[in-house]
């Protein structure tokens, strides 16, 4: 009698221990659910769960596996160190599922203990309404270019069915109507969707809402991506200048590189121990010498260095330089 109390003790401490494990593992995510909603077959559809290890311990996440193949997971990052973040990516599989699907994605993690973390994912893929392609991908773009993609928007079913609109909040992005074509039960539409010369630098992560007349399911998702490029390239983007003592001196290089010559017009910094020098020519590739005086504060620093060039309005560069102050070792 006594050994069986022991043994069911002893098993409530470990389903215990692992509920804590689970517990723990959970709250390295901010977000455990998605819904796709309501999206059109052959359309792209992808959300990535967050997850930031904000323990002391590394975390190693050795796998992640979907309950169904409408959904494919990924990991974009698995040994995380403390604050690192990484992604669990879940792509829905719009080309060969149809109708309402859903996914468990199991996350295994195996350091520093073992856990799993279970992620829901779930929406409805239209099987008379496809996209081709699936995105509006405009890639990389260069600053003040502007670009177009086109997109067949193809209904099988109602002879009347129509788009009534298209409702984007980017107001750097504009849809034109090239063509309508319609048989007894077939409506294709030709869009074409037009990225402007003033959208900003930077990545391109939207929608359009297509607004239809189907009263059941007006309004159907079509997702744009894309990068707009600087003109202008520092590297390198982040420079370590090193373990210094107070009143210690480093210079080290950051390199400008633009597509035609430019000047280098202005450089500033908000910490008083940072010196900068650089020429007036116009060239293609300047080197820019950074100077350093460590302080007296000891710790880790981190100032944002901003250069401004002539190569026009908003083009401009930014380096984080970091460094740790530290007393040295006493005589």
């Not at 199991?106 to 929406?123: N, S």
């Not at 630098?201 to 600087?230: A, C, F, H, W």
């Amino acid at each position: 009698m006594k050994r069986h109390l022991l043994l069911a003790t002893f098993l409530a401490l470990i389903a215990s221990a692992s509920l804590n494990a689970q517990d723990w593992a959970k709250k390295m995510f901010e977000v455990s659910e998605h819904d796709f909603g309501t999206v059109a077959r052959g359309a792209k559809a992808a959300f990535a769960f967050e997850i930031e290890n904000i323990y002391e311990e590394d975390v190693h996440i050795k796998s992640v596996r979907s309950s169904c193949g409408c959904t494919t997971p990924t990991i974009t990052k698995q040994s995380l160190k403390t604050w690192d973040k990484s992604q669990v990516v879940a792509v829905y599989n719009t080309r060969s599922f149809l109708g309402k699907k859903s996914a468990t994605l199991t996350v295994v993690i195996d350091q520093p203990f073992y856990a799993e973390v279970r992620l829901m994912v779930k929406g409805f893929i239209r099987g008379d309404v496809v996209f081709e392609p699936g995105v509006v991908a405009f890639r990389e773009t260069d600053l003040g270019d502007a670009t177009q993609q086109q997109i067949r928007v193809t209904y099988a079913g109602r002879s009347d069915w129509e788009i009534e609109d298209v409702r984007c909040a980017n107001q750097n992005l504009e849809v034109e109507f090239l063509d309508t074509k319609r048989s007894d039960n077939r409506t294709i539409y030709d869009m074409l969707v037009r990225l402007k010369g003033s959208a900003p630098v930077g990545y391109l992560n939207d929608s359009l809402m297509i607004i239809t007349n189907d009263s059941r399911q007006r309004k159907i998702p079509l997702p744009v991506e894309g990068r707009v490029l600087s003109p202008l390239a520092v590297s390198p983007t982040s420079l370590f200048l090193g373990v210094l003592e107070p009143g210690e001196t480093v210079t080290k290089k950051i390199v400008l590189r633009a597509k035609r010559p430019f000047r280098v017009i202005g450089i500033e910094c908000e910490d008083d121990c940072f010196n900068f020098t650089a020429d007036d020519e116009e060239k293609k590739l300047h080197f820019i010498p950074i100077t350093f005086v460590a302080g007296n504060e000891l710790g880790k620093i981190a100032r944002f260095i901003s250069i401004a060039t002539d190569l026009g309005d908003g083009v401009a560069a930014e380096c984080l330089a970091t460094a740790t102050i530290s007393a040295g070792n006493p005589d």
